[in-house]
């Protein structure tokens, strides 16, 4: 009969279409999207009483909730696509390495027709942000002020004023960043201030790569910045510090492509970058602080200029700059490593990654001190998480070598190595048992460098200014302990006990000496607002274990937890010797754990 006929090849047809769909897309097709921007308090039976609820209430009416349109612009599906368990994570690790959000889940959800709902959840940390900077160290001191808001219109806008006051650095200006630059994803950063010397400016475009899957990258950056560089002295000098004022210059435009698949990828790039160091601007020279004192600064007497001169050699250079990567990573989630209860996603595998740049006469090469010279920078990291541990190690050695008649050879030669591990006994246990070994140290430097043995990423019974020196190393021991979460996980509460025991040697830097075998140990307490948060406040008491002043001067510090692989392992006091080289920020740093 003819209507059978055609009803049976439409029900044949129905069939072929879905039989094909399920084979184009094996774990179904992305059927919704679905997103709930949540409040930075959660409200519910148990907190709609009182002044508790009046507090949430205000609190979440200042706070600025993220746009769910801007959300579902950082996801990696959309509505008819193929569900990918891979993109889904990937997706969750994009939203958290947004500045704002604190915390990122990014589930799928199957539906009875065999196709997948895709459900987003973002908790933000606070966004509005009115923040006074106090030292604790000597006694109460007034450190500056931020006021930004990092989250406006909902749209991860950054905009803000600051004025940042602390030891030789003072900053006071503003700034402005927007991601998602005209609908692209493309991001764009200024900044403009005045420190103790003069102006400094910063301006850049980013494309960064997206996730594990992204192709393609690009940077282009200015910096402008007159600054100065303090020098600590050893105890019992009559000055505490020497400062050196400095005026850098650096550009750059740099692009990269990445072929391979997530997990096997070879990174390829090249640019074109300029930097300009000058002292000899300043025609007064380095200054001397009594008592930390930065505001009454005094001329350098002719015996501390002399010191320093070997350090002080204007320099500038253009380069041609060649990017080269291989990247094995995958990431596990863990929870509890530097947070009290919040997951970090850890690297896990293998990434080299490797910047050669060659100078050209181009851009100046009249100039005086315009270098002919290579400048080499290697990192190499590597991450394992086998049961309840995470380990994580990383090297990175730069230089650059001049050809001179007047000198030849290798310089500003810095190199730092870490190892971090992270133990619980049980998925249940409120102990995290977290030690590492860094390393750092700089050598034949033509600028400005030296380290310090204390400070809050050293020897934490030591102030920042203790025992300087130019090659350090440092080992620590912190068990990390998670108390509770009252009134509803309104807050995270626990404490630490650690041991930090290290060196550091001359090695021929400016006020450098040898230290010996120190040892520190201390204990504080660990906060976490509002609960659940990856970011965590510690207020910790520490004290020499050895040396002259056994169990004396005791350091009170409150801080942000710094050691750990939420903030990286790269050394902050390295970071700011660093030449600018090329290919800066365009290849992820993996041992940053979202």
Same mark, same amino acid.
């Given at each position: 009969?003819?209507?059978?006929?055609?009803?049976?090849?439409?029900?044949?047809?129905?069939?072929?279409?879905?039989?094909?769909?399920? &084979?184009?897309?094996?774990?179904?097709?992305?059927?919704?999207?679905?997103?709930?921007?949540?409040?930075?308090?959660?409200?519910?039976?148990?907190?709609?009483?009182?002044?508790?609820?009046?507090?949430?209430?205000?609190?979440?009416?200042?706070?600025?909730?993220?746009?769910?349109?801007?959300?579902?612009?950082?996801?990696?599906?959309?509505?008819?696509?193929?569900?990918?368990?891979?993109?889904?994570?990937?997706?969750?690790?994009?939203?958290?390495?947004?500045?704002?959000?604190?915390?990122?889940?990014?589930?799928?959800?199957?539906?009875?027709?065999?196709?997948?709902?895709?459900?987003?959840?973002?908790?933000?940390?606070?966004?509005?942000?009115?923040?006074?900077?106090?030292?604790?160290?000597?006694?109460?001191?007034?450190?500056?002020?931020?006021?930004?808001?990092?989250?406006?219109?909902?749209?991860?806008?950054?905009?803000?004023?600051?004025?940042?006051?602390?030891?030789?650095?003072?900053?006071?200006?503003?700034?402005?960043?927007?991601?998602?630059?005209?609908?692209?994803?493309?991001?764009?950063?200024?900044?403009?201030?005045?420190?103790?010397?003069?102006?400094?400016?910063?301006?850049?475009?980013?494309?960064?790569?997206?996730?594990?899957?992204?192709?393609?990258?690009?940077?282009?950056?200015?910096?402008?910045?007159?600054?100065?560089?303090?020098?600590?002295?050893?105890?019992?000098?009559?000055?505490?510090?020497?400062?050196?004022?400095?005026?850098?210059?650096?550009?750059?435009?740099?692009?990269?492509?990445?072929?391979?698949?997530?997990?096997?990828?070879?990174?390829?790039?090249?640019?074109?970058?300029?930097?300009?160091?000058?002292?000899?601007?300043?025609?007064?020279?380095?200054?001397?602080?009594?008592?930390?004192?930065?505001?009454?600064?005094?001329?350098?007497?002719?015996?501390?200029?002399?010191?320093?001169?070997?350090?002080?050699?204007?320099?500038?250079?253009?380069?041609?700059?060649?990017?080269?990567? &291989?990247?094995?990573?995958?990431?596990?989630?863990?929870?509890?490593?530097?947070?009290?209860?919040?997951?970090?996603?850890?690297?896990?595998?293998?990434?080299?990654?490797?910047?050669?740049?060659?100078?050209?006469?181009?851009? #100046?090469?009249?100039?005086?001190?315009?270098?002919?010279?290579?400048?080499?920078?290697?990192?190499?990291?590597?991450?394992?998480?086998?049961?309840?541990?995470?380990?994580?190690?990383?090297?990175?050695?730069?230089?650059?070598?001049?050809?001179?008649?007047?000198?030849?050879?290798?310089?500003?030669?810095?190199?730092?190595?870490?190892?971090?591990?992270?133990?619980?006994?049980?998925?249940?246990?409120?102990?995290?048992?977290?030690?590492?070994?860094?390393?750092?140290?700089?050598?034949?430097?033509?600028?400005?460098?030296?380290?310090?043995?204390?400070?809050?990423?050293?020897?934490?019974?030591?102030?920042?200014?203790?025992?300087? #020196?130019?090659?350090?190393?440092?080992?620590?021991?912190?068990?990390?302990?998670?108390?509770?979460?009252?009134?509803?996980?309104?807050?995270?509460?626990?404490?630490?006990?650690?041991?930090?025991?290290?060196?550091?040697?001359?090695?021929?830097?400016?006020?450098?000496?040898?230290?010996?075998?120190?040892?520190? #140990?201390?204990?504080?307490?660990?906060?976490?607002?509002?609960?659940?948060?990856?970011?965590?406040?510690?207020?910790?008491?520490?004290?020499?274990?050895? #040396?002259?002043?056994?169990?004396?001067?005791?350091?009170?510090?409150?801080?942000?937890?710094?050691?750990?692989?939420?903030?990286?392992?790269?050394?902050? &006091?390295?970071?700011?010797?660093?030449?600018?080289?090329?290919?800066?920020?365009?290849?992820?740093?993996?041992?940053?754990?979202?």
């Amino acid at each position: 009969h003819p209507l059978h006929t055609l009803t049976l090849l439409a029900l044949l047809g129905t069939t072929s279409v879905t039989a094909l769909a399920g &084979q184009a897309c094996p774990q179904g097709e992305v059927s919704a999207v679905l997103v709930t921007a949540h409040s930075y308090f959660e409200t519910n039976d148990s907190t709609d009483v009182g002044a508790l609820s009046w507090f949430y209430g205000m609190a979440n009416w200042v706070h600025a909730d993220t746009n769910e349109d801007f959300l579902r612009a950082e996801l990696l599906l959309r509505v008819g696509d193929c569900y990918d368990e891979f993109l889904v994570e990937e997706s969750a690790r994009l939203l958290q390495q947004l500045g704002f959000i604190d915390r990122a889940e990014v589930t799928g959800a199957p539906q009875p027709d065999g196709s997948v709902d895709v459900v987003v959840e973002t908790w933000n940390s606070w966004t509005l942000q009115f923040e006074p900077r106090f030292r604790l160290q000597e006694g109460f001191e007034f450190a500056g002020l931020d006021i930004t808001e990092r989250n406006l219109f909902g749209r991860g806008i950054v905009l803000g004023g600051f004025y940042r006051q602390n030891r030789e650095f003072l900053n006071v200006g503003g700034r402005f960043e927007t991601p998602h630059l005209l609908g692209t994803r493309w991001d764009a950063r200024l900044q403009a201030s005045r420190t103790r010397v003069g102006p400094a400016f910063q301006q850049g475009f980013f494309y960064p790569f997206v996730g594990e899957v992204g192709r393609k990258a690009a940077v282009q950056s200015f910096v402008q910045l007159e600054d100065q560089f303090s020098y600590s002295l050893p105890a019992g000098e009559t000055y505490s510090n020497v400062v050196q004022p400095y005026r850098q210059q650096s550009s750059q435009i740099t692009a990269a492509g990445r072929i391979g698949r997530p997990g096997r990828l070879t990174i390829f790039g090249g640019g074109l970058s300029r930097e300009e160091w000058d002292y000899r601007r300043f025609p007064n020279g380095a200054n001397v602080i009594r008592d930390e004192d930065f505001g009454n600064a005094e001329p350098a007497p002719p015996l501390i200029t002399g010191i320093l001169a070997p350090q002080l050699r204007d320099y500038s250079t253009t380069r041609v700059n060649l990017i080269l990567a &291989q990247r094995h990573l995958s990431f596990q989630r863990r929870e509890r490593l530097d947070a009290l209860r919040g997951a970090q996603d850890v690297a896990v595998g293998a990434e080299a990654a490797l910047v050669l740049g060659r100078s050209i006469p181009l851009f #100046g090469s009249s100039a005086v001190h315009e270098d002919s010279d290579f400048f080499g920078r290697v990192r190499l990291f590597a991450g394992l998480a086998p049961g309840n541990w995470v380990l994580a190690s990383a090297i990175s050695v730069e230089g650059r070598k001049i050809f001179s008649e007047v000198e030849d050879g290798w310089k500003d030669v810095l190199a730092e190595f870490d190892i971090y591990s992270y133990w619980r006994p049980s998925q249940n246990s409120r102990h995290t048992l977290f030690a590492r070994i860094s390393g750092a140290g700089g050598w034949s430097v033509t600028g400005p460098f030296q380290l310090t043995l204390g400070g809050v990423s050293g020897l934490r019974g030591y102030a920042l200014d203790d025992h300087p #020196g130019g090659r350090r190393l440092i080992a620590s021991l912190e068990d990390r302990i998670y108390f509770a979460s009252p009134r509803n996980g309104f807050i995270d509460l626990g404490m630490t006990a650690f041991v930090d025991v290290g060196s550091i040697w001359d090695a021929g830097v400016p006020f450098g000496a040898d230290s010996g075998s120190l040892a520190t #140990g201390g204990a504080g307490l660990r906060i976490g607002f509002p609960g659940g948060t990856r970011g965590v406040t510690r207020i910790d008491v520490a004290f020499p274990l050895n #040396g002259p002043d056994p169990f004396s001067a005791p350091t009170f510090r409150i801080s942000a937890e710094l050691l750990g692989l939420r903030r990286g392992v790269e050394d902050r &006091q390295l970071r700011r010797s660093r030449r600018a080289g090329g290919g800066g920020g365009i290849i992820p740093d993996p041992s940053v754990a979202r």
